[in-house]
């Protein structure tokens, strides 16, 4: 076990677990979760930090930070969740598996901030949970979602699930794709080991979805991530 699992366990998982809490009371406060996100978001800085991450940021200048987006990214590594909270300067909600919400102080403090439990599979009631990622956007907040649904062992880019963009079609909200690179070096699948190193995240200019259909936008963006992860040399 090298340093960075073990800070890992000895002080981001208790910082973390506090922080939860904390959140508890946050939500009652403020339930809308803005105050929440502005926790999770220092989190997500004070994680890559404390393990030695550096985050290169290309593309800063293709969001709007007073607008809300869809935002989908590939996902290669348990990282990228932490790092994309600490980098956007976005009100952001992630959509997060229902077993999730499960989880003691965990899974309540999730639900009381606004981020979209979604059940699995393909059935209605799937859909019907997926689809209410649309209010949050459409309540000015941005929301996140890793439309591959699970995360590549090699960073190579996984097809992507029409779910996200039907969202992103009900809610009229742009599109905002974005290229994590390097993730998957930092924290392998099936393993808990955590290495130092340096993530790439790219922001591609937003993807306008009106009078597009949840195909032609899902095309768009596979497209645009693809092609941003080949230029850095990714296998897409």
């Not at 002080?11 to 939500?27: E, K, R, S, T």
């Not at 348990?78 to 003691?104: C, H, S, W, Y």
């Not at 209410?132 to 439309?147: E, T």
Request: aromatic share 8%.
């Amino acid at each position: 076990m090298n340093l960075q699992t073990l800070l890992f366990f000895l002080v981001i998982i208790p910082v973390m677990f506090f922080g939860l809490l904390g959140a508890l009371v946050i939500n009652l406060i403020d339930p809308s979760g803005d105050r929440f996100h502005r926790l999770a978001a220092w989190w997500g800085r004070f994680c890559a930090q404390l393990l030695g991450i550096r985050i290169d940021i290309v593309g800063r200048e293709n969001y709007d930070t007073g607008k809300n987006y869809l935002v989908i990214s590939n996902h290669a590594g348990m990282a990228d969740i932490p790092l994309l909270l600490g980098t956007l300067q976005l009100n952001l909600r992630f959509v997060a598996k229902e077993e999730l919400g499960r989880i003691p102080v965990f899974g309540w403090a999730i639900k009381k901030s606004g981020y979209v439990l979604i059940k699995r599979g393909q059935n209605k009631d799937a859909l019907k949970s997926l689809l209410k990622a649309a209010d949050v956007l459409k309540n000015g907040r941005s929301v996140h979602i890793f439309p591959e649904g699970t995360r590549s062992a090699t960073g190579e880019l996984l097809p992507f699930k029409r779910g996200a963009f039907l969202i992103a079609q009900k809610a009229h909200a742009p599109v905002l794709p974005i290229a994590i690179i390097g993730s998957n070096t930092i924290t392998p699948k099936k393993s808990l080991k955590i290495r130092k190193g340096t993530v790439t995240i790219v922001i591609s200019p937003p993807i306008e979805t009106q009078g597009k259909t949840a195909q032609e936008i899902q095309d768009a963006a596979f497209q645009t991530i693809s092609n941003a992860l080949r230029q850095s040399g990714n296998t897409a």
